[in-house]
């Protein structure tokens, strides 16, 4: 089995919280369900079309926020509309608050997102996985990829395919581990608080598949844990990982994937 990584970068990011309605709020990190439409975008899959092909039944997605984060509210100007004849501004403009997702310096921070990609164990998944490394590898993918918003775009980079030769699969240890990856809250068993001044840390509820009835219907949630500054974890985990080796500089990360 083959695990593909490579990294998303942009100026702006914003994945809206599908329970808020009169305020656009943001998730830190981009839920399973966007990561899909990314892929879907890179596929040139039609809207709504992918939701079985690459639910988590077939694709393994593992993510990390690869740099700081912060979150910030801007004030956004929309057109006020209470019918079909107020599109041309008869009715001037309404602001909504608009939750964005930077870096911590705007001018020089970029928001780097880093994916994880293999086939489900039963092995489900590869030819569409061979399809994406061959659109990333030559850089022909279909539509242009955002980071949320169509209007906050996004670049793949640095492709790496890691073979059986570069990563394994472990039992966690019983002492602490350095985790790079998000992981499901319920496999943390304890942080290490006392090996780092500062600890930045998330906790949240997030969507991770459609029901395959094109209606974007939300059949799976996550509660994931992950780190907001890119660095490792220091956690006591349950279960297995997998410890990835990069050929060239033998970095090693230790993952999970989010199935």
């Known amino acids: 089995m083959k695990i593909i990584r490579f990294d998303l970068a942009g100026k702006f990011a914003h994945f809206r919280k599908y329970y808020a309605n009169n305020t656009a709020l943001s998730y830190t990190l981009p839920p399973r369900t966007v990561v899909m439409g990314m892929l879907a975008a890179i596929l040139g899959r039609p809207r709504d079309s992918y939701y079985r092909e690459l639910s ?27 019918d079909a004849h107020d599109f ?92 790079h990856s998000a992981l499901f809250s319920e496999r943390v068993l304890a942080i290490n608080i006392q090996s780092n001044n500062k600890l930045l840390m998330e906790e949240e509820l997030m969507p991770a598949d459609f029901k395959d009835n094109y209606n974007r219907e939300l059949s ?25 080796r990069t050929p060239d500089s033998n970095e090693i990360e230790n993952i999970l994937f989010l199935d």
């Open 88 to 179: 041309q501004g008869a009715k001037g403009h309404t602001q909504t608050p608009f939750e964005v997702v930077t870096g911590p310096d705007l001018r020089t921070d970029f928001v780097r997102y880093r994916v994880y990609l293999a086939p489900s164990v039963s092995g489900k998944g590869n030819s569409v996985l061979e399809e994406i490394e061959e659109r990333l590898l030559e850089r022909t993918g279909v539509f242009s990829i955002s980071l949320g918003t169509a209007n906050f775009t996004a670049e793949a980079r640095g492709l790496q395919v890691f073979d059986e030769n570069n990563w394994r699969e472990l039992s966690a240890p019983a002492d602490f581990l350095p985790i």
């Open 56 to 82: 988590s039944e077939n694709i393994r997605i593992g993510l990390r926020i690869l740099a700081p984060v912060k979150k910030s509210f801007h004030r956004v100007n929309h057109l006020k509309v209470e």
């Open 220 to 244: 799976k949630m996550n509660r994931l844990f992950f780190a907001i500054d890119g660095k490792p974890m220091p956690l006591k985990i349950s279960g297995n990982f997998i410890e990835l």
